[in-house]
């Protein structure tokens, strides 16, 4: 089965720095990675995800980029702000007939102020 | 909309007493999934739903484990005999046929005194 693995677990960076999550997977019929923002008390919520036919995605300040060669992709936060402080989970699923997700372990990011 | 929602939002039993945990998943959505969440680690895949096929029940990790789906909507996480293991904060989540998004509830936090 998949297995996803992600690095660091506890990051702390100073407001307006950048940050970088990095996971990477197992199973390379892998093909949609999402990444999840979990809030202390609340479920995770989807953030952004990518699919395998393309490289990068960016939404204003956040951009995931996906090296299928070597089965890595990565979460980029620019500008950084302290209400992005909260947990960030990295998935991967092979929708081979349903979309199970295999998620990492999860990364603490702290921004202080 | 209403998004995903779960209840209670926590429960204290004593070890050996069966819980029932309920989720209510977005209107329209066929697929409906169960993980479990410890204490600074990952979400674990427990159980999945999808329409009126059998559901995946690869992830429950012993036979104390059940879940039901009824009338393709509501769905209630069973565990018997609650062991202090099983402690955790336990999410539901579900998306529409076809697609990976997954929504989360809120979930519940289950401690086995």
């Known amino acids: 089965g998949e297995n996803v693995e992600q690095h660091p677990s506890t990051l702390s960076v100073q407001e307006g720095d950048s940050a970088v999550i990095k996971c990477t997977y197992s199973d390379s019929a892998s093909n949609y990675f999402p990444w999840y923002k979990q809030e202390l008390g609340k479920g995770p919520q989807l953030i952004i995800d990518i699919r395998s036919n393309v490289g990068e995605k960016k939404d204003q300040r956040i951009a995931v980029t996906l090296n299928k060669t070597a089965k890595h992709f990565s979460l980029h936060i620019t500008e950084t702000q302290p209400e992005d402080s909260a947990v960030y989970f990295c998935a991967a699923t092979s929708n081979s007939g349903y979309s199970t997700l295999t998620f990492g372990k999860g990364t603490m990011l702290l921004v202080s102020p | 909309g209403a998004g995903v929602s779960q209840s209670p939002s926590n429960k204290v039993t004593e070890k050996g007493k069966d819980v029932e945990l309920r989720c209510d998943p977005i209107s329209g959505h066929t697929a409906l999934y169960w993980y479990r969440q410890s204490l600074g680690q990952g979400l674990e895949f427990l159980i999945y739903f999808q329409g009126n096929s059998a559901p995946d029940k690869s992830g429950l990790p012993s036979d104390r484990f059940s879940a039901e789906r009824t009338g393709g909507s509501v769905s209630t996480l069973t565990i018997q005999r609650t062991q202090q293991e099983d402690s955790a904060v336990y999410l539901c989540?579900?998306?529409?046929?076809?697609?990976?998004?997954?929504?989360f509830g809120p979930g519940t936090r289950l401690t086995v005194l």
């Open positions: 989540a579900s998306s529409l046929e076809g697609w990976n998004e997954q929504f």
